[in-house]
């Protein structure tokens, strides 16, 4: 099993004891990390591993079979509607190519979530929707439709839409899939500057090696045949020292997994 880090005051995520499955399918079991406020966690693995399934059962759309997932000491799942509404409030979102809805314009995209949970005027909304959309290098875009930008252009949108509600927490699917290499490299650099700039603990699943190093302060690695994970810690630390070679190998596409 890997090594947990010492108990720490700033932990802002912790997985006890979690196991997932979809319906009788086990996916991963017993897995045990902690996430502390700044960090940028990477999920790491092979494909079909549960990298995904992880992230979606940290934001709530599943319940794990065993053991759970706490949120400052809360788990999503034990709380009232009230707490889960204000936990999902604090948590920004965003999916595989942004997901945005099509036939929106980027800045109505941004808007929504200002709508849905804020009591904000319309004057209000149109300047925050402004300021993320310039956070994020779209200023001037506004009334843009998601099929008149680049997929790049689309991704940070999809992230302007996640910063709306200055959350606590970031959660990103495959951020830079598809994007050429200076496009991804330039969306790790903004989401190394959200962080900064916001303070909020980033959450990642990513199959990016360059990524994984650029901006991965801690993360976790899941196998897919054990079922489980086989280290957790910093990706750097992991290449340098994880007691098993296929995290080596992973951490550095074959090259240095040798015992
Ligand atoms: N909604 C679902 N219902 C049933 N099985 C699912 C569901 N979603 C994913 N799976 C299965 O769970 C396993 C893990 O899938 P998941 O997408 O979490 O893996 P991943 O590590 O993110 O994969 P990849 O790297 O290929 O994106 C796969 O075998 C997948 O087929």
């Known amino acids: 099993m890997s090594q947990l880090r010492p108990e720490r005051q700033d932990v802002v995520i912790e997985a006890r004891g979690l196991t997932m499955k979809y319906g009788s399918n086990l996916i991963q079991s017993n897995l045990h990390f902690q996430i502390c406020k700044g960090d940028v966690f990477v999920i790491m693995g092979g494909s079909g591993c549960g990298k995904s399934t992880l992230l979606k059962h940290m934001i709530g759309l599943y319940q794990p079979a065993d053991g759970e997932i706490l949120f400052g000491g809360q788990s999503y799942f034990t709380a009232s509607q009230e707490q889960q509404q204000d936990m999902r409030r604090r948590w920004g979102v965003t999916y595989q190519g942004g997901a945005l809805f099509s036939d929106k314009t980027l800045a109505e995209n941004v808007a929504l979530p200002l709508e849905q949970y804020t009591t904000l005027t319309n004057q209000d909304i149109r300047d925050m929707v402004h300021y993320k959309l310039a956070l994020v290098g779209l200023a001037g875009f506004e009334e843009f439709y998601p099929s008149q930008i680049s997929g790049g252009m689309c991704?940070?949108?999809?992230?302007?839409?996640?910063i709306?509600?200055?959350?606590?927490?970031?959660?990103?699917?495959e951020p830079s899939a598809g994007l050429d290499p200076l496009s991804a490299r330039r969306l790790d650099d903004l989401i190394l500057q959200l962080?900064?700039?916001?303070?909020?603990t980033v959450v990642i699943v990513t199959h990016e090696l360059a990524s994984i190093f650029a901006i991965g302060s801690n993360g976790i690695y899941l196998d897919a045949n054990t079922k489980t994970q086989l280290d957790t810690g910093s990706p750097q630390t992991m290449l340098n020292h994880s007691k098993h070679q296929l995290v080596r190998e992973f951490l550095s596409r074959g090259e240095y997994g040798d015992e």
């Open 195 to 200: 962080r900064d700039s916001t303070g909020a």
């Open 164 to 173: 709306a509600l200055d959350p606590d927490i970031l959660f990103f699917d």
């Open 155 to 162: 991704k940070r949108a999809g992230l302007a839409r996640a």
